[in-house]
């Protein structure tokens, strides 16, 4: 969820300040294409099906502890945080437990999402209508910002040929070129705070939340087409994550305090956990048996076995928290998680839950990306990799 709905209603305010706060002019998409194109960025078109799935069992087999693609060589283990209350993201030393670069981006960045080729991040500057490529490989941002329309958050296909930009306020599934972000087709949906997504294990559809209106979306990738819709009373669906064997998707959810769990060949409600106030953000362990739920409310993070399909622990953050989006460092070690509401970005021990340090970072830091990952190729959001 963006930090302020009154700042989306207020637009051409908020445009206005976007423009003297953005460093660098938007560029066309033409431009963006061609130096995108001059710097030798634009890699061929990858193959119309996807990679294959390595182990049927396990859709995250590719990205187990320390199991770097070569796309990605010699890029530093950076944390990338985007101030949703701010204009910029900073730019954490995980090792060095420290903030070492900070730069502006747009006004209201919400997310910094993986590239599908792993070779560019994007901050989503959401009130800005615009992305920023960051080079991972020198942690700073790259280029003039490309516009893109309400870029809330951002996710590829499995195939990689498309982008998909998740218009929020507009209720819109853009897909995109995925290295020009030309625009191909819209796709309107009666859905009141579309906001994540996640993809079936072989990537023929997509599942997406509805935060406002109480529901899941379900789309056709290929056709970009509405299948369905599936309404939980009562709910405020926030992020979603496929299991390992990619039977059920779970997807948490703010009102009711816990994930609900949705057949992935029916698209029925089977189940429903109950983890914590506030519950936000989904995280798949390095060895793929845990899912790590935060629950914002209860400054608490709830392991979730997917074997069992059952809730085997609860850490509590000491002091309280607000533990929000993040990602499982390279190693499977590491925990990180922004803490929206307490301008903090805690490191939590994924053996034992205690939490092993903090970084602050100011304006309610949100879906910061870990990064590299292990991993093939990124689905996008703060870092889905399969």
């Known amino acids: 969820m963006r930090f302020s709905r009154a700042r989306r209603r207020c637009r051409p305010a908020a445009l206005a300040m976007a423009g003297l706060l953005a460093l660098l002019p938007a560029c066309s998409h033409s431009e963006s294409a061609r130096r995108l194109s001059a710097a030798g960025k634009t890699p061929p078109p990858p193959s119309t099906a996807p990679p294959p799935i390595t182990d049927p069992a396990n859709i995250y087999a590719a990205d187990g502890p320390n199991v770097l693609s070569r796309a990605v060589e010699g890029q530093p283990y950076r944390l990338y945080v985007p101030e949703s209350a701010g204009d910029g993201v900073d730019v954490i030393d995980p090792v060095k437990m420290k903030v070492i670069d ?32 960051i080079n991972p490989w020198t942690g700073k941002r790259e280029g003039q910002n490309i516009p893109v329309a309400d870029p809330y958050n951002m996710y590829f296909t499995l195939d990689g040929t498309e982008a998909i930009v998740v218009a929020e ?126 629950n914002r409310g209860s400054g608490t993070v709830t392991l979730v076995d997917f074997a069992r399909r059952a809730v085997v622990a609860t850490w509590t953050i000491p ?38 340090g903090k970084v602050r970072v100011p304006n309610k830091p949100h879906g910061l990306a870990v990064w590299p990952q292990p991993g093939r190729f990124s689905l996008g959001h703060t870092g889905v990799m399969r």
Not at 114 to 132: E, G, I, Q, R, V
Not at 208 to 221: H, I, M, N, S, Y
């Open 319 to 356: 002091g309280g928290g607000s533990p929000d989006m993040g990602g499982v460092s390279p190693d499977g070690k590491v925990l990180w998680l922004s803490g929206r509401y307490n301008a903090t970005v805690y490191a939590i021990d994924t053996g034992d839950g205690h939490l092993i």
């Open 169 to 294: 306020a507009q209720q819109r599934l853009d897909f995109r070129d995925p290295h020009t972000f030309d625009l191909k087709e819209q796709v309107p949906v009666d859905c009141a705070g579309v906001d994540h997504v996640d993809f079936s294990a072989d990537g023929s559809y997509l599942i997406a939340t509805c935060e406002f209106a109480g529901r899941l979306v379900k789309v056709d990738v290929h056709r970009h087409a509405v299948v369905g819709y599936l309404d939980m009373k009562g709910s405020s669906p926030q992020d979603i994550k496929l299991d390992p064997a990619g039977r059920i998707f779970y997807v948490a959810d703010k009102n009711l305090g816990g994930v609900h769990e949705i057949d992935a060949a029916t698209f029925t409600e089977v189940g429903f956990l109950k983890t914590g106030k506030d519950c936000h953000g989904l995280y798949v362990s390095r060895d793929a048996k845990d899912l790590y739920v935060t």
């Open 102 to 133: 900070r730069y502006t981006t747009g006004l209201d960045p919400q997310h910094v999402v993986p590239a599908w080729d792993l070779k560019t991040l994007y901050a989503t500057n959401d009130l800005n209508d615009s992305l920023t490529a």
